[in-house]
């Protein structure tokens, strides 16, 4: 029979260790570099269309609101009016989380991503066809719906599916799709008319449906509703092989992780919280998400324009936000560059002290523009110079490390629940955030915004330095071996040297 490590404070949840030797004896004289990982890129590259479709809804304010608010609009509105436009897809993603309480667990990965596309293309026609400012609402309302249901799906896809060699960099494809989904929408904004700018977004998501359509599910998944057979073969697609006992030493891991979270699915939210190292999880993935979004990314991603035509900066603002879109997508590919060499806690501390900078820089133009009243016309450029160094800083890490974590640290049993309650708070904190940014604004002036956001960046990203793991090049079994076994208490040092003299006087 063979040893169990349980950990001392899982309570109803044990983690078996099982002997490498046990899961590789059955693919003994087998090369070691076999079959290829060509489906694992079409399936990420095909899923994360949809976090295309996510990133141009997002930024879909920052070109729509100045149409909206001008004389040639179809539908004028108030900045009030223009704030909960941007503001209720937040509102749709509180209540996306809601909803995947009830669904996450029926389905599969695959087929619910599939059904949620369904009425977030159904909103967008509505956004194409809107004719008052209740179409409107109602449609981004249901973006946020259904964008959140596909954003808390997708990584989770891309963790179950891809190997750890490039489980990184498959996951960073999601931050890369939602800043190309930015640029797409500022471009079509910048170079066509508000209706056409719609039908163009629109057709992102009718893309995502037509080709992830053909892909396959998730063998977690699959393993979870007893579907041995097939999750083998789906295992031996994406790993690009044909021969069975290649892929049974990850078969057999796999299982053992579904096994577990069958044992424990009536705890699952219990055991999120009960579980010291699912609480150390759940603390470091909302360090991580609350920087993110308490560093202005989608206030300034929803106000560009409107920013920097407060600057009155001789470039037009739509072309200025286009700019900023543009370094968002290639800072994202250089990322994938050096996420697998430079690690993730690393990363996320120079992201977080160089984005602090460059919102530093925006906040002191501002402050001298506004408070001190002095003449700035001659560093208009100062915001523009300002914003580059943060999206700079901001897509190398701290805009795709979040994302990562959650397909990476949390166990199976408690991957959805996480998933669930982290992206229930931080849509209340983004509903807060875009909706107080004009205010601030108005109330104690720009410069403040951009202050609060830089000190939030600042100490976000030393804080989860100190306190999250290194997780690159780890297989998620390995992960949650690390977060679930306690350290060993270090002995001090008098009690080290009272007993080495009482070893020493013994031998005497």
Same mark, same amino acid.
């Given at each position: 029979?063979?040893?169990?490590?349980?950990?001392?404070? &899982?309570?109803?949840?044990?983690?078996?260790?099982?002997?490498?030797?046990?899961?590789?004896?059955?693919?003994?004289?087998?090369?070691?570099?076999?079959?290829?990982?060509?489906?694992?890129?079409?399936?990420?590259?095909?899923?994360?269309? +949809?976090?295309?479709?996510?990133?141009?809804?997002?930024?879909?304010?920052?070109?729509?609101?100045?149409?909206?608010?001008?004389?040639?609009?179809?539908?004028?509105?108030?900045?009030?009016?223009?704030?909960?436009?941007?503001? /209720?897809?937040?509102?749709?993603?509180?209540? $996306?989380?809601?909803?995947?309480?009830?669904?996450?667990?029926? /389905? #599969?990965?695959?087929?619910?991503?599939?059904?949620? &596309?369904?009425?977030?293309?159904?909103?967008?026609?509505?956004?194409?066809?809107?004719?008052?400012?209740?179409?409107?609402?109602?449609?981004?309302?249901?973006?946020?719906?259904?964008?959140?249901?596909?954003?808390?799906?997708?990584?989770?896809?891309?963790?179950?599916?891809?190997?750890?060699?490039?489980?990184?960099?498959?996951?960073? #494809?999601?931050?890369?799709?939602?800043?190309?989904?930015?640029?797409?929408?500022?471009?079509?904004?910048?170079? +066509?008319?508000?209706?056409?700018?719609?039908?163009?977004?629109?057709?992102?998501?009718?893309?995502?449906? =037509?080709?992830? +359509?053909?892909?396959?599910?998730? @063998?977690?998944?699959?393993?979870?509703?007893?579907?041995?057979?097939?999750?083998?073969?789906?295992?031996?697609?994406?790993?690009?092989?044909?021969?069975?006992?290649?892929?049974?030493?990850? /078969? %057999?891991?796999?299982?053992?992780?579904?096994?577990?979270?069958?044992?424990?699915?009536?705890?699952?939210?219990?055991?999120?919280?009960?579980?010291? $190292?699912?609480?150390?999880?759940?603390?470091?993935?909302?360090?991580?998400?609350? =920087?993110?979004?308490?560093? #202005?990314?989608?206030?300034?991603?929803?106000? =560009?324009?409107?920013?920097?035509?407060?600057?009155?900066?001789?470039?037009?603002?739509?072309?200025?936000?286009?700019?900023?879109?543009?370094?968002?997508?290639?800072?994202?590919?250089?990322?994938?560059?050096?996420?697998?060499?430079?690690?993730?806690?690393?990363?996320? /501390?120079?992201? $977080?002290?160089?984005?602090?900078? #460059?919102?530093?820089?925006?906040?002191?133009?501002?402050?001298?523009?506004?408070?001190? *009243?002095?003449?700035?016309?001659?560093?208009?450029?100062? @915001?523009?110079?300002?914003?580059?160094?943060?999206?700079?800083?901001?897509?190398?890490?701290?805009?795709?490390? @979040?994302?990562?974590?959650? $397909?990476?640290?949390?166990?199976?049993?408690?991957?959805?629940?996480?998933?669930?309650?982290?992206? =229930?708070?931080?849509?209340?904190?983004?509903?807060?955030? %875009?909706?107080?940014?004009?205010?601030?604004?108005?109330?104690?002036?720009?410069?403040?915004?951009?202050?609060?956001?830089?000190?939030?960046?600042?100490?976000?990203?030393?804080?989860?330095?100190?306190?999250?793991?290194?997780?690159?090049?780890?297989?998620?079994?390995?992960?949650?071996?690390?977060?679930?076994?306690?350290?060993? *208490?270090?002995?001090?040092?008098?009690?080290?040297?009272?007993?080495?003299?009482?070893?020493?006087?013994?031998?005497?």
């Amino acid at each position: 029979m063979k040893d169990k490590n349980q950990y001392s404070d &899982s309570r109803d949840n044990e983690y078996e260790k099982v002997p490498a030797e046990d899961l590789s004896s059955e693919v003994k004289n087998v090369p070691q570099k076999v079959g290829n990982s060509w489906l694992q890129y079409v399936a990420t590259a095909s899923v994360c269309l +949809f976090a295309m479709a996510a990133g141009g809804t997002g930024s879909w304010t920052s070109p729509a609101l100045p149409h909206l608010k001008s004389n040639n609009s179809e539908i004028p509105i108030t900045d009030v009016e223009g704030a909960w436009i941007a503001a /209720l897809m937040e509102v749709g993603i509180f209540t $996306g989380n809601i909803v995947f309480l009830f669904i996450y667990s029926f /389905l #599969g990965r695959k087929n619910w991503i599939l059904m949620i &596309s369904i009425p977030y293309i159904i909103a967008w026609l509505m956004i194409v066809f809107a004719k008052n400012i209740i179409t409107l609402y109602i449609s981004r309302f249901i973006t946020g719906v259904s964008g959140d249901l596909a954003m808390m799906l997708v990584p989770i896809y891309i963790g179950e599916i891809a190997d750890k060699d490039i489980r990184g960099i498959l996951l960073i #494809g999601i931050r890369i799709f939602i800043n190309l989904g930015h640029m797409y929408a500022k471009t079509a904004g910048a170079l +066509f008319s508000y209706k056409t700018m719609n039908i163009m977004i629109l057709i992102i998501p009718i893309l995502f449906f =037509t080709i992830f +359509f053909f892909m396959p599910e998730s @063998p977690y998944y699959l393993l979870l509703q007893n579907q041995r057979e097939k999750a083998l073969k789906t295992l031996m697609m994406l790993k690009g092989v044909k021969i069975p006992e290649i892929v049974d030493s990850d /078969l %057999k891991r796999i299982d053992k992780s579904v096994k577990e979270n069958q044992e424990n699915r009536k705890w699952k939210f219990r055991q999120l919280f009960a579980v010291k $190292g699912n609480r150390k999880s759940l603390f470091i993935a909302l360090v991580a998400w609350t =920087t993110k979004h308490l560093s #202005g990314s989608t206030s300034i991603g929803a106000f =560009t324009q409107d920013i920097f035509k407060e600057t009155e900066i001789p470039l037009a603002p739509e072309i200025c936000a286009l700019i900023i879109a543009i370094i968002g997508v290639i800072m994202a590919l250089v990322a994938t560059l050096i996420i697998e060499r430079a690690g993730r806690k690393r990363t996320f /501390l120079l992201s $977080g002290l160089f984005s602090a900078l #460059g919102l530093a820089i925006v906040g002191i133009f501002f402050f001298m523009k506004t408070f001190l *009243k002095l003449n700035v016309k001659s560093i208009t450029w100062l @915001p523009l110079l300002g914003l580059i160094v943060y999206e700079i800083a901001f897509s190398l890490g701290i805009s795709y490390i @979040p994302f990562i974590l959650m $397909g990476e640290i949390f166990s199976l049993n408690v991957k959805m629940p996480a998933v669930l309650f982290i992206n =229930t708070t931080m849509s209340m904190v983004l509903i807060t955030v %875009k909706l107080t940014f004009s205010w601030v604004n108005n109330l104690a002036g720009t410069y403040t915004s951009f202050w609060i956001y830089a000190i939030c960046t600042f100490f976000g990203s030393i804080l989860y330095f100190c306190i999250a793991p290194e997780t690159k090049g780890k297989t998620l079994e390995e992960i949650q071996e690390n977060m679930h076994t306690r350290k060993k *208490k270090k002995v001090p040092l008098d009690k080290l040297l009272k007993q080495y003299f009482r070893i020493k006087c013994c031998r005497k």
